[in-house]
């Protein structure tokens, strides 16, 4: 089992930059990443980057503006985001997996943390 724990939610002005923490603990996956669902609307995905080699992919949304990054000896994945829109306003997930025949599978969820973008 894998537990992620996300940090540094909370609330920006427009143009602002805030930057989200998820820190993994038990099994090693082999990606981790950001999802996110605004109030009345699916689930999305934002970025994702893989363990090992740290390639990264990321919804054509956020491209140009966020980015993600890993510290191995911490077991953490962190979504800087900048140029903030207030349709980024979100409940923001991490997620993780293992990479299996070339798909990403995606097998633990974090609890969430609010970003609120006013404008």
């Known amino acids: 089992q894998v537990q992620l724990v996300e940090s540094g939610g909370g609330l920006v002005q427009a143009g602002g930059s805030l930057r989200l923490s998820c820190a993994a603990s038990g099994r090693t996956v082999s990606w981790m990443g950001w999802f996110r669902q605004a109030p009345g609307k699916e689930r999305e995905f934002v970025a994702r980057i893989t363990w090992n080699s740290g390639t990264t992919y990321y919804s054509d949304s956020v491209k140009g503006r966020f980015t993600i990054s890993r510290d191995n000896a911490k077991n953490t994945v962190y979504l800087q985001m900048n140029s903030l829109k207030p349709e980024d306003t979100a409940v923001y997930y991490c997620?993780?997996?293992?990479?299996?025949?070339?798909?990403?599978?995606?097998?633990?969820w974090g609890q969430g943390t609010q970003v609120t973008v006013s404008s």
């Open positions: 997620a993780a997996g293992k990479i299996l025949l070339g798909g990403f599978q995606l097998d633990y």
